[in-house]
C-alpha cells in the first residue's frame, strides 16, 4: 500500500476544493442519495427501525464469525465450489494469480470489487503478464484514465462528460463526443470483446450467505453478471465479514444495502451465485472460487471498541451525507475507502499513525451513523481512534500523533476544571485579543499554536466582560427575554 502523508491529504483536499466540476457533482450526488436514502428508510415496509435490526443482525454474525463461516465454507464446498482463506493481501493474490496460471489465463474481466482495490489486484494481475478488464463502466473510466476510484459506488463521480469524451476519443479510439448513451455504447462495444475473450471472471461479493453457500452481487449495469457467467473460471473475493448467517438476515441486509448505496429498493441485477454450473446448465462457470479476506479484519474483531466496524456492508450511504467527503471527495482520503467509513476502517486495516488524518480531517456531526443502513456508530469509533493518538496505545502500535498538541489541550483541560484560573485565563486573553489583527469586529489572525484556526477563517472575539462576570455584577438582570413575562 502506497505511503500517504499529512501533506498529501492536504494537497488533495485543496485541490478538490478548487476543483469546480468535482463540488457541483459532488454537491449533486449528496442532494440524490443522501436525501434519496434517508426517504427510502422511511419508506421500508417495516419502517425506518429495520435499520436497528440490522445492526444486531449484523453483530451477531460478528460475534460468531468463525462458526458461521465454518458454515459458509462447508456449504460452497457442498456447491461444488472451492474455498481458499487469505491472511492478507500477498496470499491472496499468490491464489488468484496460481489459479489464473493453472488456466493460462490471459486475459480477466473484472465486476467492481472495493475488495480487490484493497489488495491491489489488477496491478498484480498486469504484473504478471495478465491483462485485466473493469466492467464497470465507472471503473472502466478511471481504468482508462489510470486513476483511483473516487467514491464506492461512484468510482468515476469526479469525471465530467466532456472529460469522458476526451479520454475515450484518446484511449479507444472513436470521434469525440460528449453524448452520455454514445459513451455508453461505446463501452458496452468494447467491453462485449472482452467478455467474449476473458478467461478468468474476478467479482466481490456484496454480501454471502452461509446457510445457503451462495454469494450476493448488486450492479445496475449487468456487467457483474457477465464477469461471473461468461468466463470459465470464476473468482469472488470478500471481506471475512461479508457474511449473513441465515437467508433471512441476507434478505434484510440486501434490501437495506441497494437503499443506503442508491436509494433503490433493490438493485437492477442482484445475482445469487452458488458455485460453478451444474453439467445440465448452459451458462455458468466451470470452477468457482471464494477468496475469504483478513488482511487485518481478525485484529478489529478481537477489540470489543471497534469490532462494530465489521458491520459494514460498504454501502457508501455515509459518503453521501458526510460534510467532509462533500467538499474533499474521495481521493483526498489516499485510499479506496473514502469518508466516514474510510476515516475509521483504513487506520484499522493499515495503521493508525500512519492514516491518522483520516479520522483526525471529521467533523464528528453524525450525519453518518444516521445514513447507514446498520446503524454502525462511526462518530465513536472516530473519538476511540483519536484518543489511541492523543495516548498512544500499544496494542495497536500506536505513537502519541502530537505530543505538544497533547500538552496543550492537557494545560486546557486543568484550567477549565479551575474557575479562578479559568477566569483570570479569560480576562487575559480578552486584554491580549486587543494586539490582534483585526477585520471589522472579527479577528483576523490567532498567535501560535492556534494560528492554524484562522489560516482560513476569522474568528469571534472574547466579550470584553465575560457572563460570569456580567452575572456577578447584576448586569445581566438587564438582558430580559421580550416572550418571558414576569
Ligand atoms: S459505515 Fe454504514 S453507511 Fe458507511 S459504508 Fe459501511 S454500512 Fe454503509
Not at 169 to 196: C, H, M
Not at 341 to 362: H, S, T, W, Y
Amino acid at each position: 500500500m502506497s505511503e500517504f502523508t499529512t501533506a498529501d491529504y492536504i494537497t488533495e483536499a485543496k485541490r478538490a476544493l478548487n476543483n469546480p466540476i468535482l463540488q457541483s457533482a459532488l454537491a449533486d450526488l449528496q442532494e440524490r442519495f443522501g436525501r434519496g436514502t434517508a426517504l427510502a428508510y422511511r419508506n421500508l415496509p417495516e419502517g425506518p427501525d429495520l435499520r436497528l435490526k440490522a445492526h444486531d443482525i449484523r453483530l451477531k454474525t460478528i460475534e460468531n464469525l468463525d462458526v458461521v463461516l465454518e458454515t459458509l465454507v462447508e456449504n460452497v464446498r457442498k456447491n461444488g465450489g472451492h474455498v481458499f482463506f487469505a491472511d492478507d493481501a500477498d496470499a491472496a493474490l499468490d491464489y488468484c494469480l496460481a489459479t489464473a496460471h493453472r488456466h493460462k489465463v490471459k486475459l480477466a474481466v473484472k465486476g467492481k470489487s472495493m475488495v480487490s482495490e484493497e489488495i491491489g489486484l489488477n496491478a498484480a494481475l498486469i504484473g504478471a503478464g495478465i491483462e485485466v478488464a473493469e466492467t464497470d463502466l465507472g471503473e472502466y473510466i478511471i481504468q482508462l484514465a489510470g486513476e483511483r476510484p473516487s467514491h464506492i459506488i461512484a468510482p468515476a463521480i469526479h469525471k465530467s462528460r466532456k472529460d469522458i469524451g476526451k479520454l475515450f476519443a484518446e484511449k479507444i479510439r472513436i470521434p469525440y463526443t460528449d453524448d452520455p448513451p454514445s459513451l455508453t455504447r461505446a463501452a458496452r462495444k468494447a467491453l462485449r470483446q472482452k467478455f467474449l475473450a476473458a478467461g478468468m471472471g474476478f467479482s466481490g461479493c456484496n454480501i454471502a450467505c452461509a446457510e445457503t453457500g451462495h454469494i450476493v452481487t448488486v450492479s445496475n449495469e449487468g456487467n457483474i453478471r457477465m464477469s461471473t457467467t461468461m468466463p470459465k473460471v470464476h473468482v469472488a473475493i470478500m471481506g471475512m465479514e461479508r457474511v449473513a448467517a441465515r437467508l433471512e438476515d441476507h434478505d434484510i441486509l440486501l434490501r437495506l444495502l441497494c437503499r443506503g448505496a442508491a436509494a433503490q429498493n433493490m438493485g437492477t441485477y442482484a445475482s445469487y451465485i452458488g458455485g460453478p454450473r451444474y453439467s445440465q446448465q448452459i451458462d455458468g462457470p466451470d470452477e468457482f472460487h471464494l477468496v475469504i479476506l483478513d488482511n487485518g479484519r481478525s485484529r478489529i474483531l478481537a477489540d470489543e471498541e471497534f469490532r462494530e466496524m465489521l458491520c459494514c456492508i460498504r454501502c457508501a450511504a455515509c459518503l453521501n451525507v458526510c460534510p467532509v467527503y462533500g467538499k474533499i471527495g474521495g481521493h483526498s482520503y489516499g485510499h479506496p475507502y473514502s469518508g466516514p467509513v474510510g476515516a475509521v476502517v483504513m487506520p484499522l486495516l493499515a495503521g493508525i499513525n500512519r492514516f491518522k488524518d483520516l479520522c483526525q480531517g471529521e467533523t464528528l456531526c453524525g450525519a453518518c451513523q444516521d445514513a447507514c443502513p446498520v446503524n454502525i456508530d462511526l462518530p465513536r469509533m472516530l473519538l476511540a481512534l483519536r484518543a489511541k493518538l492523543a495516548d498512544g496505545d500499544a496494542n495497536w502500535h500506536v505513537s502519541r500523533a502530537d505530543i505538544p498538541e497533547k500538552g496543550i489541550y492537557t494545560l486546557w483541560s486543568w484550567i477549565i476544571q479551575n474557575r479562578g484560573l479559568y477566569d483570570l485565563f479569560l480576562r487575559l486573553a480578552a486584554l491580549g485579543q486587543n494586539f490582534l489583527p483585526k477585520n471589522k469586529d472579527m479577528l483576523r489572525r490567532l498567535p501560535p499554536p492556534m494560528s492554524g484556526w484562522t489560516r482560513g477563517r476569522d474568528i469571534q472575539p472574547l466579550a470584553e466582560k465575560s457572563f460570569m462576570d456580567r452575572w456577578r455584577s447584576g448586569d445581566i438582570d438587564q438582558v430580559k427575554n421580550p416572550g418571558i413575562e414576569d
